[in-house]
């Protein structure tokens, strides 16, 4: 019964900024480190940012390092991703991602994704 709901994407222009949401439920979201990932039209799976419990301990992937911003609110059970100055590099669909072990395994959870597109 894991659900991981995204919100937050759609149509912005080059420069712009968006705020992405993930709403989690059906289980002890504060137990979990949590992954934001993309996928970008025609190309492959790409880790975008990471965060650990607490949110004390946060990793990037080295095209959005200064631009995006990880972040979670235990008390609300959700997950965020600030996304600053973005660039058309960044449109795809992006998953909010519940990790159970230090690597990709079956028992991840993953939410539908939403759509951020950057374009003038």
């Known amino acids: 019964q894991v659900q991981l709901v995204e919100s937050g994407g759609g149509l912005v222009q080059p420069g712009g900024s968006l705020r992405l949401s993930c709403a989690a439920s059906?289980?002890?979201?504060?137990?979990?480190?949590m992954i934001w990932v993309r996928q970008a039209p025609g190309k492959g799976l790409e880790w975008v940012s990471r965060i650990s419990t607490g949110g004390d301990t946060t990793y990037y992937t080295d095209s959005v390092k200064g631009r995006f911003a990880i972040s979670r609110d235990n008390d609300k059970n959700t997950l965020y991703l600030q996304k600053n100055s973005l660039n058309p590099e960044d449109t795809a669909v992006y998953y909010c991602?519940?990790?159970?072990?230090?690597?990709?395994?079956?028992?991840?959870?993953w939410g539908q994704g939403t759509q951020v597109t950057v374009s003038s």
């Open positions: 991602v519940k990790r159970v072990m230090g690597w990709r395994t079956a028992e991840d959870s």
């Open positions: 059906g289980f002890t979201f504060s137990n979990y480190w």
